[in-house]
């Protein structure tokens, strides 16, 4: 039996047939928006680059100058930095700015 590829809102296929995910445009009034991070703890640069739409280059500049708290995960002198930003620390940023 073939089965086709899942559609638009849809996941993979289970036993239980497919999964619906809720698309935070569509929600009913006692519903819930999903995060976009749910069940993550830390950003890459990039994705939070994405999600303002602004450059990696602005972020790392954030992370500098201390308007954006991240973690360097390399945490070795004289080693490349290696940023992530907590999800609650840019969810906190997001707040703090009115987005």
Known sequence: MKTNPPGPGEATPS???PVKILDNRNLGP???PRSP???R???YVQEVARHL???RQHILNMIEEGSLPAINVNGAP???NCWRI???AFQAFLKQRGG
Request: proline share 5%.
């Open 53 to 55: 739409r602004v450059t």
């Open 86 to 88: 907590p999800v609650e």
């Open 15 to 17: 036993r239980q047939g």
């Open 41 to 43: 703890t830390v950003l």
């Open 78 to 80: 004289g080693k490349r």
């Open 37 to 39: 991070f749910a069940g």
């Open 30 to 32: 006692n519903e819930l």
